[in-house]
């Protein structure tokens, strides 16, 4: 959505469907549960002022009927009764949700989520009221067609792996196919991120970047024994000040502060 938020304020017109692949580690510590991810791709439908609510919850409720999904609910912010009536005209059961809004860099307004029991399966944001952004998450949508309890068990991710060592396997050969390398500062530093999490959970298990495993299994050890070292005298630094000055992550702080 990013690189169009201008045609939003201009309504020009266009209509475009894109398949984004998405890697965010705000919630880092929840991934490994049902629904979250490091990786997730979304699909996206965008109208630019060419057509209205009405035509884009059509386009939801003709998803829902050919994926045959188990839509339990519809979230809509209370202010938008009229939102909620075209959903409540084709059958579906609303939730008032005042978290229903949207803004990101001056385009906002109100949404909409789709929920199938606890999942969210997507969403349709309507940015200055004339445009329309669709959006489903790809992952939860299969986890729903295939009726897994979570989002690591479908035919997306390695069965035979811990669910934090799947969905970071399948993070990183995203970063790795779009030329991404570890490293100290921004995306190279979620690729090392993603990298030291696997080695406190790998057993015997192979992975296509076992190199970079294995660089980074030295590098640890080697930054790990130089911060024990140095925890009695510097122990009230921050983690900031621990990644800048040793390359050691929060996390990895936290356990030597418990040892």
């Not at 479908?154 to 790795?176: C, K, N, Q, V, Y």
């Amino acid at each position: 959505m990013q690189p169009h938020k201008v045609r939003f304020r201009q309504h020009d017109g266009g209509r475009i469907a894109t398949l984004q692949s998405c890697l965010r580690t705000d919630d880092i510590d929840l991934v490994g549960d049902s629904t979250h991810l490091t990786y997730f791709e979304m699909l996206g439908n965008f109208s630019f002022g060419n057509y209205d609510y009405a035509e884009s919850v059509d386009l939801w409720h003709s998803i829902v009927l050919d994926l045959k999904l188990p839509v339990t609910s519809v979230h809509v912010h209370p202010d938008r009764l009229d939102h909620a009536r075209l959903w409540t005209t084709l059958g579906y059961r609303i939730v008032p949700d005042n978290d229903c809004t949207w803004s990101d860099g001056g385009i906002g307004g109100h949404c909409c989520e789709l929920y199938c029991g606890d999942v969210e399966v997507g969403n349709l944001v309507n940015p200055d009221g004339g445009s329309t952004d669709v959006g489903f998450g790809w992952d939860r949508l299969l986890q729903v067609v295939e009726a897994k309890e979570a989002v690591t068990q479908t035919s997306l991710f390695r069965r035979d792996l811990h669910p934090i060592l799947a969905d970071h396997e399948r993070a990183i050969m995203g970063l790795r196919d779009n030329g991404i390398e570890p490293g100290n500062r921004g995306r190279p530093y979620v690729c090392r991120r993603l990298l030291r999490r696997m080695l406190r959970l790998i057993e015997s298990e192979k992975f296509i970047f076992d190199d970079w495993l294995d660089a980074e299994r030295l590098l640890r050890e080697r930054v790990l024994a130089q911060s024990r070292r140095m925890w009695r005298k510097h122990h009230a630094k921050p983690p900031e000040w621990w990644w800048d000055t040793m390359g050691v992550l929060p996390e990895e702080i936290d356990l030597i502060a418990r040892e």
